[in-house]
């Protein structure tokens, strides 16, 4: 990016950090970015980092190219519709983390007819290891398109996506995954404890494992399947493993887990939207 645009985070939560966080560690000046928040006290340690940040939302957004959304969903009407007269005046790209909430429901906010974004990221961002799923509403320029994926790619791999919908399934491929992996490495670790290792030696182990697996998959030219044959010798260990995820029928967990996330991200739209 040689021209920065100025960015203005609503919210300064997990989120808005994480993303943060991965922005400067890839040069993007802090002084380009701002951050608003009820609570002052809570927006210290980013404004030590050159940030300007302010309690105001409309402050925030103020002469902002770039306005991420970064509330709760529950949060998102009452936090939009008083900025809906700035919204007119500046004509922001508006890019929402918020799930579930449709571009319609952000748009009717807004007072109408605004650029918005929907991007659905994960806190990997802030290790630059982020997944983003985006889509674009009709007022989106190409050139804010282009704008959009130069910002969040700085935080990891951005992927649009042609129907709104599909943002209920990237929800529960990527969005909410990194607490599904995490889970699976606390489930490891204590298994491990269990088998008498200590509990440092039982983390580093588990770690290293998660993070050479990924990045095997990732650089490997045969698909996940492949490589666990590779991993898994006839008769040997690793085989009594997998039979026994096999015989809990993991797939199946997998997949309703999936399928509860995204049917929550469906309800959320309904229950808290304004379609
Ligand atoms: N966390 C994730 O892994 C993840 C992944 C993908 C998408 N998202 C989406 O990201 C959004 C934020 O989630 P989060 O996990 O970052 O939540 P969070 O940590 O609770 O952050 C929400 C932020 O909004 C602030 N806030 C509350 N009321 C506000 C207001 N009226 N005006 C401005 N800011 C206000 C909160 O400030 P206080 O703390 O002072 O109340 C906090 O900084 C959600 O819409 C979520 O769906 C999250």
């Known amino acids: ?9 609503i919210g300064a939560g997990n989120m808005a ?109 802030l290790v630059k290891m982020g997944a983003n799923g985006l889509f674009a509403n009709a007022s989106v320029s190409e050139a804010q398109r282009s704008q959009a994926v130069s910002v969040l790619s700085a935080t990891g791999l951005t992927l649009w996506v042609e129907q709104e919908e599909q943002l209920h399934a990237v929800t529960a491929v990527s969005g909410s995954a990194p607490a599904y992996y995490f889970l699976f490495m606390e489930a490891m670790i204590a298994a491990a404890e269990k088998q008498g290792l200590s509990k ?17 998959a990732l650089q490997s030219d045969v698909d996940p399947a492949e490589l666990r044959r590779r991993v898994t010798s006839p008769k040997g260990t690793t085989e009594q493993a997998i039979l026994s995820f096999q015989a809990n029928h ?26």
């Open 1 to 9: 990016m040689n021209q920065h645009p100025t960015l203005a985070f």
């Open 17 to 125: 950090r994480a993303i943060i966080g991965g922005l400067i560690s890839n040069g993007f000046p802090a002084a380009k970015i701002r951050a608003s928040s009820p609570t002052i006290d809570r927006l210290a340690d980013l404004k030590s980092q050159g940030l300007f940040v302010t309690t105001d939302n409309a402050e925030a957004m103020s002469s902002a190219d770039i306005v991420v959304l970064a509330v709760k969903p529950q949060m998102l009407k009452a936090v939009l519709q008083p900025l809906a007269a700035a919204a007119a005046r500046n004509k922001p790209l508006f890019i929402s983390v918020a799930a579930g909430i449709t571009s319609q429901s952000i748009n009717k906010w807004l007072g109408g007819d605004q650029a918005i974004v929907r991007c659905m990221p994960n806190t990997p961002a």
């Open 200 to 216: 440092e030696v039982a983390t580093q182990l588990t770690l290293q494992t998660a993070r050479g697996a990924a990045e095997m």
């Open 250 to 275: 993991l797939d199946r967990l997998v997949e309703e887990a999936m399928q509860a996330c995204a049917a929550r991200s469906v309800s959320m739209a309904k229950e808290l939207g304004d379609d």
